[in-house]
């Protein structure tokens, strides 16, 4: 995670915020999608937008949206960031999304990756909960998240 401050441009580097709580749902929508008989048109690259928020629950494998997460603080309104998708490596899924804010000053505290750009919806693969990034909306702060699925075989 990588805060950006919106006035200076100064980049704030935070490390890496959880590990291993792929949800339920995220994985049960990407097995569906390996079985022709129930996928329902869904693709497995949909799994590209960042979502933020001010939960603080922990993260567990039952979530199936951020605990939180802002809506009218995003610019623009109730969309989410759309990840720049890559594959750093043969067993490894990556969507790096910069979510940008036009008010409030929320201390962000959950990151979720879901399937649709619009809040209120979509399926979630993951969340993760860390410690307060404070954002001001009024300087255009915004919040760099890098997510990594890596997807082993095994060897």
């Known amino acids: 995670m990588k805060k950006l401050d919106g006035r200076s441009g100064q980049e704030t580097l935070f490390g890496i915020a959880s590990f291993r709580v792929v949800t339920t749902v995220g994985r049960d929508e990407m097995v569906d999608e390996f079985d022709a008989a129930t996928s329902a048109g869904f693709a497995l690259d949909s799994f590209n937008f960042h979502g933020i928020g001010t939960g603080v629950t922990a993260e567990a494998v039952g979530d199936t949206a951020l605990v ?6 995003y610019s623009p309104n109730s969309t989410r960031a759309t990840g720049v998708q890559s594959q750093p490596t043969s067993d490894v899924y ?34 993760s909960v860390f410690a307060a990034v404070n954002l001001t909306g009024a300087n255009g702060d915004g919040l760099q998240s890098t997510y990594n699925l890596t997807i082993a075989n095994g060897g």
């Open 94 to 127: 990556r969507t790096v999304g910069t979510n940008t804010l036009d008010s409030g000053t929320p201390a962000i505290t959950e990151h979720g990756v879901l399937s649709q750009a619009a809040t209120g919806g979509g399926t979630l693969l993951d969340r």
């Open 68 to 73: 939180t997460e802002l809506t009218t603080e």
